[in-house]
């Protein structure tokens, strides 16, 4: 029952990504003729919160951050390993 539950879960994410980037990123070249720089890049920015939003919901899934308290407050360059996804999603919404 659990890799059918999986199954369903995965097809439901799918169907969700699927169903948000295609409007997501026609709105995205529409507000390219007006908006440039940081600004067009932190609204597309936010269809990646929303796959999260959509993995937390649909999938469960919960992310733990270890270290940022060690951070500094200023500019840094992170170096991940680019293992899955998760991360070029995450990294903007942080």
Known sequence: M???LNAVRSALFVLWLTATVVP???LVLLVSI???????YWFT?????MAIWG???ICGVRA???GMDRL???AVVLLP????????????CL
């Open 45 to 49: 920015a936010k269809w990646m919160r």
């Open 55 to 57: 993995a937390r919901v």
């Open 81 to 92: 390993k680019h293992q899955s996804t998760w991360e070029t999603f995450a990294f903007p």
């Open 72 to 74: 500094p407050d200023s």
């Open 24 to 26: 997501w990123a026609v």
């Open 64 to 66: 733990r951050l270890h």
């Open 2 to 4: 659990g890799r059918v």
């Open 34 to 40: 007006f908006v440039r720089g940081d600004r067009l």
